[in-house]
């Protein structure tokens, strides 16, 4: 199946973290790097988070950003999916969040998450 992936769900998945829902782990490893998409955005908010401190790494961070290339397709921000995130009906304004969801809506696949904000807006089909 192919899907695009949430920030938490790429992490998760990479770290075998418990929180990945057994729904959710099932797809990613059923699924090949070509089928599950990850938008560029990810790797920024990714930096950011092992920056802030919000994921622990025993090896640094490139060293999981690499591991990220390595185990998904990652997809590029472009016009249309710049114009999407900017119109899309979230209830909040996170940049992170609109280009991920913008991204699936675009590529015409669900979104891997477990965000109830974008679960809850209805403006992509979402599964966990």
């Known amino acids: 199946m192919r899907a695009c992936l949430d920030t938490h769900a790429v992490i998760w998945s990479l770290m075998d973290d418990p929180l990945l829902g057994s729904h959710a782990r099932r797809l990613i490893a059923a699924s090949s790097k070509t089928d599950l998409l990850v938008p560029d955005m990810v ?10 401190g919000r994921v ?3 090896g640094g961070p490139e060293s999981l950003l690499a591991k990220i290339g390595e185990s998904f397709r990652v997809v590029p ?7 999407l995130a900017v119109a899309l009906d979230l209830p909040h304004g996170d940049p992170f ?10 590529h015409g696949i669900p979104l891997l998450t477990r965000d109830r904000i974008i679960t809850d807006s209805g403006t992509v089909e979402t599964v966990w």
């Not at 280009?99 to 675009?106: F, G, L, Q, R, Y």
């Open 56 to 58: 622990q790494l025993t």
């Open 77 to 83: 921000i472009d016009p249309g999916i710049a114009h």
């Open 43 to 52: 790797l920024l908010e990714t930096a950011m988070l092992v920056a802030k």
């Open 97 to 106: 969040d609109r280009v991920i969801t913008a991204t699936a809506k675009v």
